[in-house]
């Protein structure tokens, strides 16, 4: 009798087409999915993959991590394959996936949604020497992820990214210079709730460090809730009133706790200092103007600056 797996609490499937039986490099990325507080499972086919996916599991979004092999020993989906992954995307997964010849093939139902055209399948004879990480703007920043490459270099595509919210993710760092992987996240354009990097590069021949590699893959690809707090409301207790200036001065001049430096932000000006003291007891005692967005309310911050908010007890 078979092992009954529920798909509903695993968070990310790994597979690898060519290679039936797992190894190192698929076997490391589940060990690096471990240590970060997820629950993966090697899968042996495409058809394994469940719409459920994950959805047992609060706040994550689940992840499937999908190798096709480098040319020329790839493996291409076949239409069948390609509607399982779009029927699980359209649930709200994220999908990771690298080949040779990954972009190219038969139009799919994947095809459709994944952001992502290839112009060129490479030349037998290419050089692909390293990778040049880009800042997408989206959600994965790899302008440090830059690495030397050491995977089969022919017959890497040159995928263009396709629509509102795709975007180059490496570059080729010799000639010819072209796109080798494509980060896109379907809620920018209003397209659906799901996000995939296309590689036709590998993990594998990635010759630089492959954890922080996966850091910010499974950022960009799983992205943790923001958290949602009230401005002022710097200790957190539901009310903005005399408690907050002084919890912020402990902060400050008492090495007090700093759990959500965004709420203790009063006047929103991306730092914590006496202002913010000041700005609270302002609004409290002489009628000044009242913490800024978000405001009576919880929410998110709507500016981007350094600080974070880890949890606030009063907000949801």
Request: charged content about 15%.
């Amino acid at each position: 009798m078979g092992i009954s797996i529920q798909w509903e609490v695993v968070t990310d499937v790994l597979i690898w087409v060519e290679r039936p039986v797992p190894d190192g490099p698929i076997i490391c990325w589940n060990d690096h999915l471990v240590n970060k507080g997820r629950n993966p499972r090697v899968g042996t086919s495409i058809d394994q993959i469940s719409p459920l996916l994950g959805s047992a599991v609060p706040g994550t979004i689940p992840v499937v991590w999908l190798s096709l092999g480098e040319f020329p020993f790839n493996h291409r989906l076949t239409p069948a394959e390609g509607q399982i992954l779009a029927d699980y995307l359209a649930a709200g997964g994220s999908l990771y996936i690298e080949g040779g010849d990954v972009a190219f093939g038969g139009q799919s139902a994947l095809s459709l949604i994944d952001g992502v055209t290839a112009i060129d399948n490479g030349d037998l004879q290419g050089s692909v020497p390293g990778v040049t990480g880009l800042d997408t703007g989206l959600g994965i920043d790899a302008t440090q992820l830059s690495a030397p490459y050491r995977g089969r270099s022919g017959s890497i595509d040159h995928l263009v990214p396709d629509g509102n919210g795709a975007a180059a993710l490496f570059q080729n760092a010799g000639p010819p210079g072209q796109t080798t992987a494509v980060y896109y996240d379907a809620n920018v354009s209003g397209a659906g709730t799901h996000r995939i990097v296309t590689s036709s590069t590998t993990i594998e021949g990635y010759d630089g460090d492959e954890s922080a590699l996966l850091d910010a893959l499974l950022d960009g690809l799983s992205p943790s809730p923001a958290i949602t707090f009230t401005r002022g409301d710097g200790n957190g207790d539901g009310a903005v009133d005399i408690g907050d200036p002084i919890y912020s001065l402990a902060y400050l001049f008492n090495g007090g706790d700093g759990a959500c430096l965004d709420a203790q932000d009063s006047n929103d000006d991306g730092s914590v200092d006496i202002g913010d003291p000041v700005y609270s007891l302002s609004f409290s005692f002489s009628s000044g103007p009242p913490p800024l967005a978000p405001w009576p309310n919880c929410g998110s911050d709507p500016t981007t600056d350094g600080l974070s908010c880890l949890t606030q007890p009063s907000c949801p």
